[in-house]
């Protein structure tokens, strides 16, 4: 899928327990999404990208932090993982500016119990 | 901000059957339109996309249509197979430098019958 790994591809975790999500990325696009998919509410935008250390919110990053170090890792981080953040995480690259053409990771299963 | 609206939420069609699949936006602002498509246990994959300077477009048995004075826009799959059985979302943003909020419809269940 367009060069898009995502790790791992499920985990199950405590509530409280810190957990970090990887995407990685061998197309050397500029742009990173991440994005969590919930029944009932389709898939919505936690945070992104434009640059190594360029970083923003999106419309639900209350309780997730990101990082990209480097053009081909962005980092998703749940400091105190709780219930409500249970849900299917999507990473996605795009080369062109804005959110135009994304290209999708195959998704990381976060159960947290 | 932006809400779409997409309907219907499950869809049945007999192969060779149409479907389609329609969505609102409520944010004027907004000018570009992507469809995408999801498989079970993948991820959503785009398959058309559109923009406000166009009504409509179309890729081989896709096409899409937008009508921007009403604020709607919608898929059409012609002589559908079993393959088209997925989950397909429409979205839409302003697009352009600085836009990064696509905003997601809650996606359509299409099940093609044999």
């Known amino acids: 899928d367009a060069g898009i790994t995502q790790s791992p591809r499920h985990k199950v975790t405590e509530t409280g327990t810190p957990v970090t999500l990887r995407c990685h990325q061998t197309e050397n696009h500029r742009y990173m999404y991440w994005y969590r998919q919930d029944p009932g509410h389709g898939l919505r935008l936690i945070h992104y990208s434009y640059g190594v250390k360029d970083t923003d919110k999106g419309e639900v990053s209350d309780g997730y932090s990101v990082s990209r170090s480097k053009t081909e890792d962005f980092l998703l981080t749940l400091e105190s993982a709780t219930s409500s953040q249970t849900s299917v995480y999507f990473c996605?690259?795009?080369?062109?500016?804005?959110?135009?053409?994304?290209?999708f990771g195959s998704g990381t299963q976060l159960s947290v119990l | 901000g932006e809400n779409v609206e997409q309907h219907p939420s499950t869809l049945s069609v007999q192969e060779g059957d149409s479907a389609v699949i329609k969505c609102t936006y409520s944010d004027s602002a907004s000018n570009y339109f992507p469809w995408y498509k999801q498989e079970l246990g993948k991820g959503p994959q785009l398959i058309i996309d559109i923009r406000s300077n166009v009504g409509e477009k179309k890729d081989q048995r896709i096409a899409v249509t937008l009508n921007k004075t009403a604020k709607h826009f919608s898929l059409h799959i012609t002589e559908t197979q079993p393959e088209d059985s997925a989950v397909y979302f429409c979205?839409?943003?302003?697009?352009?430098?600085?836009?990064?909020?696509?905003?997601f419809g809650k996606g359509t269940k299409l099940s093609v019958i044999p």
């Open positions: 979205a839409a943003s302003p697009s352009g430098a600085g836009s990064y909020q696509l905003t």
């Open positions: 996605a690259i795009s080369e062109f500016r804005g959110n135009e053409k994304l290209f």
